[in-house]
């Protein structure tokens, strides 16, 4: 199946972020907040009404909203416009540099092949040496940040190589069709999306790399005055994840409808090799190891301005109690 991508497209298929004013209002004191993204667990959550389920003996209401990339996510989580929400490893390491208002609760590890650098099918570049001197679009304090300097640096090239262009996923969409980059490092379900349309290709993925853990983050204040609660809701995700890998072909049904996304999209996503739903729980030492590596790259190579301290932002069941 084709998928026709264009600026106007991406914006039907609700890809554009949701962080709108409306978001910025205040919400009733019993309803959760949650910012997700297409390529989150949380879609899934949302689809087969997980939170509703859970929350409903205590009269909470869930009110969702959706986000395109997330650094627009978490700076709506730190000013208190989001309770919880989902990113991939690099927006808790921007948003902490900024001393955002936000802790890690949980984490989960996704696929190796989750991440990769598109070019156009036509294009001269064959290999990630050849990305020198090109202009590359991902967007500034996403996962594919991070992919684009490991990538690059299997070349032994460096961001000073190249030209960043910092653009969220519908944006990056319309200037890879028109022809304004030479790569786009993007990715899942976008990558998967992209897969399927005839002028890309794939010119690596992040296969070989180190093993990758995307995290769950809650507003600080929310999490210190309701312990209990965001326990309730990594539990949640946990075990809906797991029901989730249990049945693939119901998973891949809800996601397609929560997303707007093809089924043939969400089955290439969530059958990648290594993808496993059910890897997700609170945040372990082995996870505050890895994004404490992350954030020390990133402040080595001068992109955040001061070097971070992961397990003094991490929340757990212990340190509520």
Do not use: C
């Amino acid at each position: 199946m084709t998928i026709a991508f264009s600026r106007r497209a991406a914006l039907g298929l609700g890809l554009a972020a949701l962080a709108t004013p409306s978001i910025l209002r205040a919400a009733p004191a019993r309803t959760l907040r949650v910012g997700w993204q297409k390529g989150g667990l949380l879609g899934l959550v949302k689809g087969a009404g997980a939170f509703e389920e859970a929350l409903a003996d205590q009269g909470i209401s869930i009110s969702w909203s959706e986000f395109t990339s997330g650094p627009p996510l978490l700076e709506a989580l730190s000013a208190n416009a989001l309770d919880f929400g989902y990113t991939g490893n690099v927006p808790p390491i921007f948003a902490h540099a900024a001393r955002g208002n936000l802790v890690f609760v949980g984490a989960s590890q996704g696929s190796r092949e989750g991440h990769a650098i598109l070019v156009p099918k036509d294009s001269p570049l064959q290999s990630v040496a050849d990305l020198k001197g090109q202009t590359i679009a991902f967007k500034r304090g996403s996962s594919a940040h991070y992919a684009t300097i490991k990538l690059l640096a299997t070349a032994g090239l460096t961001l000073d190589d190249i030209t960043p262009q910092d653009l969220a996923p519908p944006d990056a969409i319309a200037a890879f069709d028109a022809g304004a980059v030479g790569a786009w490092t993007i990715w899942d379900p976008y990558f998967a999306a992209a897969q399927e349309r005839p002028n890309t290709r794939v010119l690596i993925t992040t296969e070989r790399l180190e093993p990758e853990f995307s995290f769950y983050s809650a507003n600080g204040d929310y999490a210190k005055d309701n312990p209990e609660l965001v326990a309730r809701l990594v539990e949640t995700v946990q075990a809906t994840g797991r029901k989730g890998q249990a049945d693939l072909p119901a998973t891949i049904r809800i996601l397609a409808k929560a997303t707007g996304l093809p089924a043939s999209v969400m089955e290439r996503f969530l059958t990648r090799k290594g993808s496993d739903l059910g890897l997700v729980g609170f945040v372990e030492p082995r996870h505050v190891a890895y994004e404490q590596d992350v954030a020390d790259q990133f402040f080595a190579l001068g992109i955040i301005p001061r070097r971070l301290d992961i397990a003094s932002v991490v929340w757990t069941p212990q340190t509520a109690s």
